[in-house]
Protein backbone atom coordinates (compact mmCIF):
# COMPACT_ATOMS: atom_id res chain seq x y z
CA UNK A 1 0.00 0.00 0.00
CA UNK A 2 2.81 2.20 1.05
CA UNK A 3 3.42 2.61 -2.93
CA UNK A 4 -0.12 4.93 -3.11
CA UNK A 5 0.85 8.44 -2.60
CA UNK A 6 -2.67 9.20 -1.61
CA UNK A 7 -2.93 6.66 0.32
CA UNK A 8 0.47 7.09 2.20
CA UNK A 9 -0.64 10.94 2.41
CA UNK A 10 -3.55 10.02 4.02
CA UNK A 11 -1.95 8.37 6.98
CA UNK A 12 0.59 10.95 7.38
CA UNK A 13 -2.47 13.55 8.01
CA UNK A 14 -4.04 11.53 10.39
CA UNK A 15 -0.80 10.50 12.13
CA UNK A 16 -0.52 14.05 13.25
CA UNK A 17 -3.78 14.09 15.45
CA UNK A 18 -2.87 14.00 18.82
CA UNK A 19 -2.52 10.33 20.52
CA UNK A 20 -2.54 8.87 16.98
CA UNK A 21 0.80 7.02 16.11
CA UNK A 22 1.74 5.42 12.85
CA UNK A 23 -0.37 1.69 13.38
CA UNK A 24 -3.97 3.71 14.40
CA UNK A 25 -3.68 6.39 11.56
CA UNK A 26 -3.26 3.19 9.26
CA UNK A 27 -6.15 1.62 10.74
CA UNK A 28 -8.32 4.61 10.42
CA UNK A 29 -6.90 5.05 6.68
CA UNK A 30 -8.13 1.73 5.92
CA UNK A 31 -11.36 2.42 7.60
CA UNK A 32 -12.31 5.39 5.79
CA UNK A 33 -11.02 3.52 2.29
CA UNK A 34 -13.88 0.94 3.43
CA UNK A 35 -16.98 3.64 3.84
CA UNK A 36 -19.21 5.17 1.92
CA UNK A 37 -18.26 8.41 0.43
CA UNK A 38 -21.13 10.17 1.41
CA UNK A 39 -19.97 8.87 5.14
CA UNK A 40 -15.98 10.51 4.19
CA UNK A 41 -17.33 13.33 2.86
CA UNK A 42 -19.04 13.97 6.24
CA UNK A 43 -16.21 13.61 7.87
CA UNK A 44 -14.10 16.06 5.26
CA UNK A 45 -17.21 18.07 6.06
CA UNK A 46 -17.33 18.50 9.57
CA UNK A 47 -13.58 19.01 10.13
CA UNK A 48 -13.88 21.67 7.48
CA UNK A 49 -16.63 23.71 8.82
CA UNK A 50 -15.79 23.39 12.74
CA UNK A 51 -12.12 24.90 11.40
CA UNK A 52 -14.18 27.80 9.71
CA UNK A 53 -16.87 28.60 11.79
CA UNK A 54 -15.40 28.11 15.64
CA UNK A 55 -13.50 30.97 16.75
CA UNK A 56 -12.65 32.84 19.73
CA UNK A 57 -15.28 35.02 21.81
CA UNK A 58 -14.37 38.41 21.69
CA UNK A 59 -14.58 38.29 25.45
CA UNK A 60 -13.25 35.23 27.14
CA UNK A 61 -11.54 33.76 24.38
CA UNK A 62 -13.55 30.52 24.63
CA UNK A 63 -14.22 28.81 21.02
CA UNK A 64 -17.80 29.82 20.12
CA UNK A 65 -19.51 30.16 16.65
CA UNK A 66 -20.86 33.59 17.30
CA UNK A 67 -19.45 36.85 18.16
CA UNK A 68 -19.61 36.37 21.89
CA UNK A 69 -19.73 33.05 23.54
CA UNK A 70 -22.87 31.84 24.85
CA UNK A 71 -21.48 32.01 28.46
CA UNK A 72 -20.74 35.68 28.41
CA UNK A 73 -23.72 36.47 26.77
CA UNK A 74 -25.56 34.66 29.74
CA UNK A 75 -26.72 37.15 32.30
CA UNK A 76 -27.59 34.70 34.93
CA UNK A 77 -24.15 33.67 35.07
CA UNK A 78 -22.26 35.92 37.64
CA UNK A 79 -20.24 38.15 35.75
CA UNK A 80 -18.50 39.32 38.98
CA UNK A 81 -15.91 36.27 39.43
CA UNK A 82 -13.46 35.12 36.45
CA UNK A 83 -12.00 32.03 36.20
CA UNK A 84 -8.65 32.22 34.30
CA UNK A 85 -8.04 29.19 32.65
CA UNK A 86 -5.34 27.88 30.09
CA UNK A 87 -7.24 26.38 27.34
CA UNK A 88 -10.94 26.02 25.76
CA UNK A 89 -11.45 22.45 27.01
CA UNK A 90 -10.51 23.50 30.12
CA UNK A 91 -13.52 25.39 30.42
CA UNK A 92 -15.63 22.65 29.09
CA UNK A 93 -14.30 20.50 31.77
CA UNK A 94 -15.25 23.07 34.77
CA UNK A 95 -18.58 23.08 32.85
CA UNK A 96 -19.45 19.48 32.85
CA UNK A 97 -19.07 19.97 36.91
CA UNK A 98 -22.31 21.86 36.71
CA UNK A 99 -21.10 23.57 39.52
CA UNK A 100 -19.66 27.34 39.01
CA UNK A 101 -21.94 30.25 38.12
CA UNK A 102 -19.34 32.54 37.08
CA UNK A 103 -17.23 33.47 33.56
CA UNK A 104 -14.10 32.43 32.22
CA UNK A 105 -11.19 34.07 30.40
CA UNK A 106 -9.44 31.74 28.13
CA UNK A 107 -5.27 32.33 27.73
CA UNK A 108 -4.84 30.01 25.24
CA UNK A 109 -1.69 29.16 26.50
CA UNK A 110 0.55 29.84 29.64
CA UNK A 111 3.89 31.75 30.16
CA UNK A 112 7.05 29.43 29.27
CA UNK A 113 10.31 30.85 28.88
CA UNK A 114 11.75 27.34 27.47
CA UNK A 115 9.01 27.22 24.61
CA UNK A 116 9.66 31.14 24.20
CA UNK A 117 5.96 32.12 25.15
CA UNK A 118 5.84 35.36 27.45
CA UNK A 119 3.35 37.28 29.13
CA UNK A 120 2.16 39.03 25.58
CA UNK A 121 2.10 35.80 23.94
CA UNK A 122 -1.31 34.65 25.75
CA UNK A 123 -4.32 37.08 26.70
CA UNK A 124 -3.36 38.18 29.46
CA UNK A 125 -4.00 42.32 28.76
CA UNK A 126 -7.37 41.18 27.74
CA UNK A 127 -7.91 39.98 31.37
CA UNK A 128 -6.40 43.49 32.40
CA UNK A 129 -9.33 44.60 29.98
CA UNK A 130 -12.03 42.79 31.84
CA UNK A 131 -11.84 43.80 35.50
CA UNK A 132 -14.50 46.43 35.76
CA UNK A 133 -16.97 45.13 38.56
CA UNK A 134 -14.74 42.37 39.18
CA UNK A 135 -14.55 40.71 42.86
CA UNK A 136 -12.74 37.70 41.92
CA UNK A 137 -10.58 36.21 39.40
CA UNK A 138 -9.82 32.31 40.20
CA UNK A 139 -6.81 31.49 38.97
CA UNK A 140 -7.38 27.42 37.39
CA UNK A 141 -4.29 27.34 34.90
CA UNK A 142 -3.02 23.52 35.55
CA UNK A 143 -0.56 22.56 38.54
CA UNK A 144 2.75 22.40 36.37
CA UNK A 145 5.72 24.39 36.08
CA UNK A 146 4.35 26.60 33.51
CA UNK A 147 0.54 26.80 35.32
CA UNK A 148 1.92 27.73 38.34
CA UNK A 149 4.30 30.63 36.96
CA UNK A 150 1.49 32.10 35.29
CA UNK A 151 -0.85 32.06 37.89
CA UNK A 152 1.75 33.70 40.08
CA UNK A 153 2.61 36.10 36.98
CA UNK A 154 -1.26 37.36 36.65
CA UNK A 155 -1.66 37.53 40.52
CA UNK A 156 1.03 39.96 40.85
CA UNK A 157 -0.11 42.06 37.92
CA UNK A 158 -3.76 42.13 39.98
CA UNK A 159 -2.04 42.74 43.46
CA UNK A 160 -2.50 46.79 42.65
CA UNK A 161 -6.43 46.22 42.30
CA UNK A 162 -7.40 46.08 45.94
CA UNK A 163 -11.02 45.23 45.56
CA UNK A 164 -10.30 42.06 43.73
CA UNK A 165 -10.03 38.65 45.60
CA UNK A 166 -7.23 36.52 43.79
CA UNK A 167 -7.69 33.22 44.33
CA UNK A 168 -5.98 29.77 42.62
CA UNK A 169 -7.49 26.32 42.79
CA UNK A 170 -6.16 23.94 45.79
CA UNK A 171 -3.93 21.12 45.10
CA UNK A 172 -4.22 18.18 46.64
CA UNK A 173 -4.63 14.66 46.74
CA UNK A 174 -7.29 13.63 44.21
CA UNK A 175 -10.76 12.04 45.79
CA UNK A 176 -11.24 8.51 45.24
CA UNK A 177 -6.79 8.32 45.24
CA UNK A 178 -4.54 6.47 47.82
CA UNK A 179 -2.07 8.51 50.00
CA UNK A 180 0.54 6.41 49.98
CA UNK A 181 0.54 6.29 45.94
CA UNK A 182 0.14 10.16 46.31
CA UNK A 183 3.67 11.71 44.97
CA UNK A 184 5.66 13.78 47.55
CA UNK A 185 4.67 17.00 45.98
CA UNK A 186 0.88 16.13 45.83
CA UNK A 187 0.82 15.26 49.67
CA UNK A 188 3.11 18.00 50.65
CA UNK A 189 0.78 20.94 48.96
CA UNK A 190 -1.86 18.89 50.70
CA UNK A 191 -0.40 19.16 54.00
CA UNK A 192 -0.32 22.82 53.76
CA UNK A 193 -3.55 23.69 51.80
CA UNK A 194 -5.11 21.42 55.00
CA UNK A 195 -8.41 23.16 56.04
CA UNK A 196 -10.12 23.13 59.41
CA UNK A 197 -13.27 21.18 60.21
CA UNK B 1 -18.65 23.80 23.60
CA UNK B 2 -21.47 21.17 23.58
CA UNK B 3 -23.59 23.81 22.42
CA UNK B 4 -21.79 24.35 19.24
CA UNK B 5 -23.32 22.83 16.54
CA UNK B 6 -20.26 22.57 14.07
CA UNK B 7 -18.18 21.31 17.60
CA UNK B 8 -20.36 18.83 18.56
CA UNK B 9 -20.60 17.50 14.97
CA UNK B 10 -17.35 17.36 14.29
CA UNK B 11 -16.95 14.93 17.71
CA UNK B 12 -19.11 12.48 16.79
CA UNK B 13 -16.98 12.12 13.45
CA UNK B 14 -14.00 11.63 14.58
CA UNK B 15 -16.03 9.80 17.45
CA UNK B 16 -17.19 7.05 14.67
CA UNK B 17 -13.18 6.30 13.73
CA UNK B 18 -12.23 2.97 14.51
CA UNK B 19 -10.41 2.54 18.37
CA UNK B 20 -11.67 6.76 19.18
CA UNK B 21 -13.93 7.09 21.62
CA UNK B 22 -15.72 10.22 23.10
CA UNK B 23 -13.16 11.68 25.21
CA UNK B 24 -9.93 10.65 21.85
CA UNK B 25 -12.60 12.53 19.70
CA UNK B 26 -12.78 15.58 21.69
CA UNK B 27 -9.18 15.88 22.54
CA UNK B 28 -8.73 15.79 18.45
CA UNK B 29 -11.22 18.24 17.81
CA UNK B 30 -9.33 20.58 20.11
CA UNK B 31 -6.40 20.01 18.32
CA UNK B 32 -8.22 20.74 14.83
CA UNK B 33 -9.75 24.09 16.08
CA UNK B 34 -6.08 24.93 17.47
CA UNK B 35 -4.43 24.25 14.15
CA UNK B 36 -3.61 27.09 11.01
CA UNK B 37 -6.49 26.61 8.43
CA UNK B 38 -4.11 25.30 5.63
CA UNK B 39 -3.11 22.30 8.22
CA UNK B 40 -6.94 21.24 8.69
CA UNK B 41 -7.70 21.75 4.60
CA UNK B 42 -4.19 18.91 4.17
CA UNK B 43 -5.72 16.81 6.47
CA UNK B 44 -9.59 16.76 4.79
CA UNK B 45 -8.38 17.08 1.37
CA UNK B 46 -5.74 13.75 2.07
CA UNK B 47 -9.20 11.95 3.34
CA UNK B 48 -11.12 13.20 0.46
CA UNK B 49 -8.40 12.84 -2.26
CA UNK B 50 -7.65 8.98 -0.90
CA UNK B 51 -11.33 8.22 -1.17
CA UNK B 52 -11.67 9.61 -4.34
CA UNK B 53 -8.64 8.11 -5.97
CA UNK B 54 -8.21 4.69 -4.29
CA UNK B 55 -10.11 1.80 -4.89
CA UNK B 56 -10.23 -1.89 -5.30
CA UNK B 57 -7.72 -3.66 -7.93
CA UNK B 58 -9.91 -5.08 -10.95
CA UNK B 59 -7.67 -8.32 -10.72
CA UNK B 60 -7.26 -8.71 -6.78
CA UNK B 61 -9.15 -6.76 -4.68
CA UNK B 62 -6.51 -4.89 -3.06
CA UNK B 63 -6.53 -1.37 -2.61
CA UNK B 64 -4.98 0.73 -5.65
CA UNK B 65 -5.07 4.10 -7.61
CA UNK B 66 -4.36 2.25 -10.92
CA UNK B 67 -6.58 0.32 -12.77
CA UNK B 68 -4.44 -3.05 -11.43
CA UNK B 69 -2.30 -2.33 -8.49
CA UNK B 70 1.08 -2.51 -8.40
CA UNK B 71 1.80 -6.36 -7.43
CA UNK B 72 -0.72 -7.95 -9.82
CA UNK B 73 1.40 -5.44 -12.66
CA UNK B 74 4.33 -7.04 -11.17
CA UNK B 75 5.84 -9.46 -13.63
CA UNK B 76 8.45 -10.47 -11.48
CA UNK B 77 5.81 -11.86 -8.84
CA UNK B 78 5.22 -15.64 -9.41
CA UNK B 79 1.42 -15.73 -10.86
CA UNK B 80 1.46 -19.43 -9.88
CA UNK B 81 0.49 -18.61 -5.99
CA UNK B 82 -2.35 -17.33 -4.48
CA UNK B 83 -2.77 -15.69 -1.46
CA UNK B 84 -6.05 -15.30 -0.33
CA UNK B 85 -6.69 -12.58 2.26
CA UNK B 86 -9.69 -11.08 4.00
CA UNK B 87 -8.77 -7.21 3.74
CA UNK B 88 -6.43 -5.19 1.88
CA UNK B 89 -4.39 -4.72 5.48
CA UNK B 90 -3.57 -7.58 5.61
CA UNK B 91 -1.68 -8.27 1.86
CA UNK B 92 -0.15 -5.10 3.71
CA UNK B 93 1.02 -7.09 6.74
CA UNK B 94 2.60 -9.77 4.80
CA UNK B 95 4.22 -7.95 2.64
CA UNK B 96 5.58 -6.21 5.75
CA UNK B 97 7.24 -9.12 5.97
CA UNK B 98 9.35 -8.79 2.70
CA UNK B 99 9.36 -13.12 2.08
CA UNK B 100 6.03 -13.77 -0.25
CA UNK B 101 6.69 -13.37 -3.70
CA UNK B 102 3.50 -14.86 -4.76
CA UNK B 103 0.37 -12.55 -5.40
CA UNK B 104 -2.99 -12.06 -3.11
CA UNK B 105 -6.49 -12.29 -3.72
CA UNK B 106 -8.49 -10.05 -1.28
CA UNK B 107 -11.96 -11.40 -0.35
CA UNK B 108 -13.30 -7.94 1.40
CA UNK B 109 -14.59 -9.91 4.04
CA UNK B 110 -15.64 -13.71 5.16
CA UNK B 111 -18.48 -15.45 5.42
CA UNK B 112 -20.48 -14.59 8.67
CA UNK B 113 -23.98 -16.14 8.59
CA UNK B 114 -24.52 -13.90 11.63
CA UNK B 115 -23.89 -11.20 10.11
CA UNK B 116 -26.09 -12.28 6.91
CA UNK B 117 -22.65 -12.24 4.62
CA UNK B 118 -22.57 -15.47 2.43
CA UNK B 119 -19.88 -16.57 0.24
CA UNK B 120 -21.93 -14.58 -2.66
CA UNK B 121 -21.12 -11.37 -0.54
CA UNK B 122 -17.18 -11.85 -0.66
CA UNK B 123 -15.21 -11.63 -3.73
CA UNK B 124 -14.69 -15.49 -4.07
CA UNK B 125 -16.61 -15.90 -7.06
CA UNK B 126 -13.70 -13.64 -8.77
CA UNK B 127 -11.15 -15.97 -7.12
CA UNK B 128 -12.40 -19.08 -9.43
CA UNK B 129 -12.28 -16.52 -12.00
CA UNK B 130 -8.47 -16.80 -11.72
CA UNK B 131 -7.13 -19.87 -11.77
CA UNK B 132 -5.99 -20.71 -14.80
CA UNK B 133 -2.29 -21.35 -14.39
CA UNK B 134 -2.13 -21.69 -10.65
CA UNK B 135 -0.77 -24.36 -8.72
CA UNK B 136 -0.93 -23.14 -4.72
CA UNK B 137 -4.14 -21.08 -3.22
CA UNK B 138 -2.67 -20.28 0.11
CA UNK B 139 -5.68 -19.85 2.72
CA UNK B 140 -4.60 -16.81 4.89
CA UNK B 141 -7.57 -15.75 6.52
CA UNK B 142 -7.77 -14.96 10.60
CA UNK B 143 -7.99 -17.92 12.62
CA UNK B 144 -11.42 -17.20 13.74
CA UNK B 145 -14.48 -18.68 13.68
CA UNK B 146 -15.36 -16.46 10.28
CA UNK B 147 -12.01 -17.16 8.71
CA UNK B 148 -11.52 -20.96 9.34
CA UNK B 149 -15.45 -21.30 8.26
CA UNK B 150 -14.05 -19.51 4.92
CA UNK B 151 -11.55 -21.07 4.49
CA UNK B 152 -13.12 -24.58 4.78
CA UNK B 153 -15.34 -23.20 1.82
CA UNK B 154 -13.10 -22.36 -0.39
CA UNK B 155 -11.29 -25.76 -0.14
CA UNK B 156 -14.41 -27.34 -0.51
CA UNK B 157 -15.00 -25.35 -3.84
CA UNK B 158 -11.39 -25.95 -5.15
CA UNK B 159 -11.25 -29.68 -4.68
CA UNK B 160 -12.64 -30.50 -8.15
CA UNK B 161 -9.09 -28.91 -9.40
CA UNK B 162 -6.88 -31.76 -8.85
CA UNK B 163 -3.91 -29.60 -10.08
CA UNK B 164 -4.27 -27.24 -7.53
CA UNK B 165 -2.85 -27.49 -4.06
CA UNK B 166 -4.78 -25.69 -1.30
CA UNK B 167 -2.91 -24.84 1.75
CA UNK B 168 -3.73 -22.85 5.16
CA UNK B 169 -1.08 -20.89 6.93
CA UNK B 170 0.09 -22.02 10.28
CA UNK B 171 -1.31 -21.84 13.39
CA UNK B 172 0.36 -22.39 16.69
CA UNK B 173 2.58 -20.41 19.81
CA UNK B 174 3.45 -17.17 18.11
CA UNK B 175 7.11 -16.61 18.20
CA UNK B 176 8.27 -14.43 21.57
CA UNK B 177 5.36 -15.66 23.62
CA UNK B 178 5.22 -18.00 26.46
CA UNK B 179 3.99 -21.63 26.49
CA UNK B 180 2.44 -20.94 29.84
CA UNK B 181 0.49 -18.09 28.94
CA UNK B 182 -0.84 -19.74 25.36
CA UNK B 183 -5.15 -20.79 25.12
CA UNK B 184 -5.57 -23.97 25.07
CA UNK B 185 -7.01 -24.04 21.15
CA UNK B 186 -3.56 -22.33 20.12
CA UNK B 187 -1.71 -24.57 22.01
CA UNK B 188 -3.41 -27.93 20.81
CA UNK B 189 -3.71 -26.57 17.29
CA UNK B 190 1.05 -26.38 17.45
CA UNK B 191 0.62 -29.53 18.91
CA UNK B 192 -1.61 -31.29 16.19
CA UNK B 193 0.30 -29.43 13.73
CA UNK B 194 4.02 -30.41 14.44
CA UNK B 195 6.70 -30.77 12.11
CA UNK B 196 9.49 -33.11 12.20
CA UNK B 197 12.83 -31.75 13.47
Known amino acids: M ?41 LADAILTARRTVHECRVCGNYTDQDVCSICADERRDGSTI ?9 AAIERMRDYNGKYHV ?3 TISPMEGIGPDDIRIRELLGRLSGVREVILATNPDIEGEATAAYIARLLKPF ?9 HGVPIGSDLEYTDEVTLSRALRGRTEL
Chains 1, 2 share one sequence.
Open 2 to 42: SNIDSFSRLCAQLAKLPGIGRKSAQRMAYYLLSQPPEQVEA
Open 107 to 109: LHG
Open 83 to 91: CVVRDPRDV
Open 162 to 170: SDIKVTRIA
